[in-house]
Nanobody, 115 residues
């Protein structure tokens, strides 16, 4: 069974940076398009960034130019570098597949951006 473990969240002031990590168990990581999602209080979970198995990246308009998604297939780890953070980026961040069947969701990592 695939397990997703997110880490790296925290409290940061507006304009600051954070780097999130997602460790994925199982050898299937390298063949999947992976993504970072976020869910703010009272809102639906949304996909903010995705990267294919060959490194093609796509971003939601709200984070384009500020967030960078990357992956290390050898380590089965997904990353999200978040710069120029805004209060509206406050949410719980999750990783999962971006296409096809989703794995069971991990616990996520809380990102809080103060103004």
């Amino acid at each position: 069974q695939v397990q997703l473990v997110e880490s790296g969240g925290g409290l940061v002031q507006a304009g600051g940076s954070l780097r999130l990590s997602c460790a994925v168990s199982g050898s299937i990581f390298s063949i999947n398009t992976m993504g970072w999602y976020r869910q703010a209080p009272g809102k639906q979970r949304e996909l903010v960034a995705q990267v294919s198995s060959v490194g093609i990246r796509n971003y939601a308009e709200s984070v384009k130019g500020r967030f960078t998604i990357s992956r290390d297939n050898a380590k089965s780890t997904l990353y999200l570098q978040m710069n120029s953070l805004k209060p509206e980026d406050t949410a719980v961040y999750y990783c999962n597949t971006a296409t096809g069947v989703r794995f069971s969701w991990g616990q996520g990592t809380q990102v809080t951006v103060s103004s």
